[in-house]
């Protein structure tokens, strides 16, 4: 594979973002070389996402138009990875014939040994180990000067929310080891990565099917790690959050104080009816718990507008239980129908039309909320962690609070990415907050 050159091309959420890197260096450890630039590329990967079926148009809209790559480039190889080839498998070689192998989520692995034996056979291959047998086995991280990186701690998922395909294509919950982890971010650390962010389906789960310890006892012992000055993590289900993680960063230096708790609804009816497994008070009284131990922590969510069955009285309560939360985002989404998921088969499926005007007034409402909240900070002086100049503006520089607010500011002094920088806040927005950096 030497002088060989790739382009992954990836869809989806972080898992599928840390996966992409691992498969990148498995590539280079080969001796490929990564490409931005699909025409020069020898090997293309599109690692894939099923969620939403928006997602999925977008990916065979890209799988059709590297067809001409193909047929220009004989040598070229196009796999698809990740959770659309899990749940796909060999029906896309049907669709489009022009891929040559197809590797699911529990099989990246594998990438380098079908690579090889794809240059020899010239066949399509398969590679669909079941979504729940067990943790993928361990790929070497990607190396390099990074500031910030994805450590996964978890895979799969257990929860079976109605609406939701994750769990059919990533399978059950598996913990990583958790030595494992520590070994990883501890060579992270040496590297001079300042910032992790750990990943899983459900963070908070860690540990429930190992005897290493739970997420609390994982984050204890990464806090200890020299030369870390960031560890964020996601996403949490609110069912799972408990006192003791709580507690667990109150008490710690580097564990980032922004709590993103997803609480897709905000009646109890459609929270029934999604398989959450809490109800909206037992949600605020756990939000309450959070703000008590940490007031100066931000809460963001995520929220589901059009679930089947949503009526104007379950919006209304949802809108109401916007205002009373007072998140500092969220993240909004019309309910997409994903074949396999319960929730497909519901009655009463919401109108587009409908989706669309209870989105817009959703958002109208967390927008001013958001706004209401940054215009707090104006005058006050936060901490950042610089990530560098903007895409923008070169001159002018972006970092991010423990709170993940995203801080803009004018470069005067010689900071550099990964400094911490303090910066007073002169005009707070809806979604970012610019000031005004304080040299010493």
Request: one cysteine or more.
């Amino acid at each position: 594979m030497a002088h060989s050159k790739y382009t992954i091309l990836t869809y989806g959420c972080q898992m599928n973002e840390s996966d992409s890197q691992r498969m990148g260096a498995q590539l280079e450890a080969l001796g490929s070389e990564k490409t931005n630039v699909l025409d020069e590329a020898d090997i293309i990967l599109l690692n894939t996402c099923c969620v939403r079926e928006s997602a999925e148009n977008k990916i065979y809209g890209k799988i059709g138009e590297i067809k001409h790559l193909k047929q220009r480039n004989h040598e070229l190889i196009f796999g698809i990875v990740g959770c659309m080839a899990q749940k796909e498998g060999d029906a896309l070689f049907k669709r489009a014939p022009h891929i040559d192998f197809v590797l699911g989520t529990n099989n990246i692995h594998e990438l380098n040994n079908i690579i090889t034996d794809i240059r020899l056979s010239h066949h399509h291959m398969t590679k669909l180990a079941p979504a729940d047998g067990g943790t993928p086995e361990e790929v070497a991280p990607p190396t390099g000067n990074s500031l910030s990186v994805w450590v996964p701690i978890m895979y799969g998922c257990n929860n079976f929310c109605t609406y939701c395909i994750v769990p059919y294509v990533r399978g059950r919950e598996h913990s990583r080891p958790m030595q494992a982890i520590l070994d990883e971010v501890e060579k992270y650390s040496q590297d001079g990565v300042k910032e992790i962010t750990l990943l899983g389906q459900n963070v908070n789960s860690y540990g429930k099917d190992s005897a290493d310890g739970d997420f609390a006892d994982l984050l204890y012992n990464l806090d200890k790690i020299t030369g870390l000055e960031r560890i964020r993590y996601m996403t949490s289900h609110p069912r799972d959050l408990n006192d003791k993680v709580i507690e667990t960063i109150k008490n710690s230096k580097h564990i980032c104080t922004h709590f993103h708790l997803p609480v897709q609804y905000g009646s109890n009816r459609i929270l029934k009816a999604m398989n959450r497994g809490y109800t909206v008070e037992s949600y605020q009284q756990l939000v309450q718990k959070i703000r008590a131990a940490i007031p100066d922590c931000s809460l963001t969510t995520d929220l589901i507008v059009g679930f089947p069955g949503e009526t104007d009285d379950d919006f209304q309560q949802m809108l109401s239980f916007l205002k009373q939360m007072r998140y500092d985002a969220a993240y909004t989404f019309l309910y997409s129908k994903r074949s396999g998921t319960p929730a497909a088969s519901m009655e009463n499926q919401v109108d587009d039309i409908v989706k669309k005007k209870r989105l817009a007034k959703l958002m109208a409402v967390q927008n001013e909320i958001s706004l209401q909240i940054n215009e707090t900070f104006i005058n006050k002086t936060v901490q950042v962690m610089v990530e560098g100049p903007s895409r923008t503006d070169a001159s002018v520089y972006t970092g991010r609070t423990s709170t993940n607010k995203l801080i803009l500011w004018q470069k005067c002094g010689t900071e550099k990415a990964g400094d911490i920088l303090n910066v007073k806040i002169t005009h707070p927005q809806t979604w970012i907050l610019k000031g005004e950096a304080q040299y010493a």
